[in-house]
């Protein structure tokens, strides 16, 4: 059964985000576009959440700094 997206719920999506299976039938490109939107807003981007996504995919040449 093919789910519209009014059919997925909170807890459908969170299902289908915790499942390294389900969440590799997604392209690279499906996948950036759901971390650009995700946020909803300059509060959400913090530098502490900006150096934990840093340190999450190793990124070792990249640092982050508060004026």
């Known amino acids: 059964m093919k789910h519209s997206p009014k059919d997925i719920n909170r807890e459908d999506f969170m299902n289908f985000f915790r499942n390294d299976e389900k969440l590799n039938t997604l392209s690279n490109d499906d996948k950036i576009e759901v971390f650009l939107q995700i946020l909803q807003g300059s509060s ?24």
Do not use: A, F, P
């Open 44 to 67: 959400d981007i913090t530098m502490e959440i900006l150096n934990e996504l840093i340190c999450d995919y190793q990124v070792h040449n990249v640092k982050i700094s508060q004026i």
